[in-house]
């Protein structure tokens, strides 16, 4: 059985800092583009992050130079560090993993901005 498990959302001050993780188990975690998406009220889910089949990465535009996207595959983890962060950030957070025709999400971490 395929599972991915988001940890780490939060209440966070704007300017703050918070690392979100996703364990994957049940896949050969290696070969899968791992990303990290977000769906904030109202809107469409938007990709955040990603890691191409070939290993480049890949960033929303809102988030350059604020997030990282990392993967550690001896963990079968993925990670997104996110740094500066803006009331606009706040959003449910998704992991998704690909490949070829198989495509797995997890089911989410709050990640929330405010004063």
Known sequence: QVQLVESGGG????GGSLRLSCAASGIAFSIYAMGWY???????RELVAGFTRGGSTNYADSVKGRFTISRDNAKNTVYLQMNS???????????????????YWGQGTQVTVSS
């Open 85 to 103: 962060l803006k009331p606009e950030d706040t959003a449910v957070y998704y992991c998704k993993a690909d490949w070829l025709q198989r495509t």
């Open 38 to 44: 977000r769906q904030a009220p109202g809107k469409q």
């Open 11 to 14: 209440l966070v001050q704007p």
